[in-house]
C-alpha cells in the first residue's frame, strides 16, 4: 500500500462545547496516546489563523516515512455559545419550543423507526428537565396536597426554586442538558437554513475552496456527529461555488458515529438532503460512515443516502467497529455505560491497537480510504 506523505483535512467536530483551541489539545493528548499504540511519533502544531480557517499541522512518522497534515477545525461551538447566552428559564423554553419542532418535522417520528435509541436520546434532555420541574412543583403544592395551611406555600415554593435550580440544573449539567437544547436548536436551524447556520455555512465553504488551493496527496472530509450535518453542507454547498472543486484529487468523507440523518430526516432539510445526494453521487469521493453499537447518540446501521432519497447512488460504506477493541478492559468497563463518553470516543486515542484510530485517519501515513475495509479487531498493515 502506497503510503501518504500529504494531506489536507476538514475537520468538522461534533457534540462537545469545544473551540478550535480547545479540540487541538484533545487531539495532541489522543495522538500522544495512540502514537505509543501503533508506534507512531505525533508533533502537533498549535492552532494557526490562516487564509483557510483555523489549522493545526500535524506531523507523524512512522518507520522512517514522514506524514505532514494540515488539519483545518470547522467547530460551532461559538454557534453553540450565543444559543447558550440566555437566562436558563429561557433555555429551557426554547428548547422544548425546538423539541416541538422537531415533533412537527417528522423528526422524532423518524428516529424511531429507523433507530430507536437515538430517539431515546432525542427524548432524554426533555423528560429530565420535565420530571425535574414535577419534582419542584409537587414540592411548591405540598401543603395544599396535605390540606394544611397555605400559608406554608410561603416557605416550599422558595424550596421548590431551590430544589429545581440547585438541585436539578446542576446535576443537570452532567448530561450537559441545556447544550443538548442547544444543540437541537441549532440542528432545527440547519435543517430550516436559518440565517445563522446559513451564513456560517457560506464562509466556511469559502474557506475550504480557499484552503483546497493547497497541494496535497489527499483530501480528507473528517466530521463527528453533529458535525456530519456540517460537513455535507459545506461541501454541497463548496461545490455549488465551484463545481470542479474535487476533480483530480483523491478525495475521503468520513462520518463517526455520523447523525447527519438528525437534520435531514426533518422535512424542512430540502438542501441539505441534496447536498446528501451531490456527495453520495460524486465519482472522485469514497465516503464512508464509522459506527459502534455501545454509542447510541448516532442512527446505528442506517445509511444517510438511502433515507434521504437517495437510493441510486452509490451508498456509503458502513464501517463497524467496537470500541472494546481500542480500549483497555479496565477503561471499557469504565466508560461503556457513560453514553456521552462513548460517543466521543470516536476522537479520542486508543489503548490497544485495533482498526480504528482517529489520530491515524487523520495523521497517519495510510490512505484515509483504506479504513473502509477496516476490521475493528484487527490492526491495519502498516
Not at 427524548?123 to 420535565?130: A, M, R, S
Not at 455501545?294 to 446505528?300: A, C, R, S
Request: charged residues 20%; contains cysteine.
Amino acid at each position: 500500500m502506497t503510503k501518504v506523505s500529504s494531506r489536507l483535512v476538514f475537520y468538522f467536530p461534533g457534540f462537545d462545547p469545544l473551540d478550535a483551541v480547545a479540540h487541538q489539545r484533545r487531539y495532541a493528548r489522543s495522538a500522544g496516546q495512540s502514537g505509543a499504540t501503533f508506534g507512531v511519533d505525533y508533533t502537533v502544531g498549535n492552532v494557526i489563523r490562516s487564509e483557510g480557517g483555523d489549522r493545526m499541522d500535524v506531523r507523524a512518522v512512522h518507520d522512517g516515512h514522514t506524514t505532514r497534515a494540515t488539519i483545518y477545525i470547522h467547530d460551532h461551538n461559538d454557534l453553540i455559545s450565543q444559543l447558550r447566552d440566555a437566562p436558563v428559564w429561557k433555555q429551557i423554553a426554547l428548547g422544548f419550543e425546538a423539541g416541538q419542532g422537531i415533533v412537527r418535522e417528522g423528526g422524532a417520528a423518524a428516529y424511531f423507526k429507523h433507530a430507536w435509541r437515538f430517539g431515546l436520546f432525542f427524548l432524554f434532555p426533555f423528560l429530565f428537565i420535565l420530571l425535574g420541574g414535577i419534582g419542584a412543583l409537587f414540592i411548591a403544592v405540598l401543603p395544599l396536597l396535605l390540606g394544611v395551611s397555605a400559608l406554608l406555600l410561603v416557605l416550599t415554593i422558595p424550596l421548590a426554586w431551590l430544589f429545581f435550580m440547585k438541585g436539578v440544573m446542576p446535576f443537570s449539567e452532567r448530561f450537559h442538558t441545556l447544550h443538548l437544547f442547544a444543540d437541537w436548536r441549532f440542528a432545527l436551524k440547519v435543517a430550516q437554513e436559518d440565517p445563522m447556520a446559513r451564513d456560517w455555512i457560506e464562509k466556511k465553504a469559502e474557506l475550504v475552496l480557499k484552503a483546497l488551493e493547497q497541494p496535497a496527496d489527499e483530501v480528507l472530509f473528517v466530521s463527528h456527529s453533529m458535525g456530519a450535518s456540517l460537513a455535507l453542507a459545506v461541501a454541497g454547498r463548496l461545490l455549488e461555488l465551484k463545481a470542479d472543486a474535487f476533480t483530480g484529487r483523491r478525495v475521503t468523507f468520513v462520518t463517526l458515529g455520523g447523525a447527519a440523518l438528525q437534520c435531514g430526516l426533518l422535512s424542512s432539510a430540502a438542501r441539505l438532503r441534496q447536498s446528501i445526494g451531490v456527495m453520495a453521487h460524486h465519482e472522485d469521493v469514497v465516503w464512508f460512515d464509522i459506527q459502534c453499537l455501545t454509542d447510541p447518540i448516532h442512527l446505528y446501521k442506517c445509511n444517510t443516502a438511502k433515507l434521504t432519497g437517495h437510493e441510486d447512488a452509490d451508498q456509503p460504506t458502513i464501517v463497524p467497529i467496537r470500541f472494546k477493541h481500542s480500549l483497555s478492559d479496565e477503561r471499557y468497563r469504565k466508560n461503556k455505560r457513560n453514553f456521552l463518553r462513548m460517543h466521543r470516543q470516536y476522537v479520542l486515542g486508543s489503548d490497544r491497537a485495533s482498526g480504528y484510530d482517529f489520530a491515524l485517519l487523520t495523521a497517519g501515513p495510510l490512505p484515509a480510504a483504506s479504513f473502509a475495509n477496516l476490521r475493528s479487531s484487527r490492526p491495519p498493515q502498516m
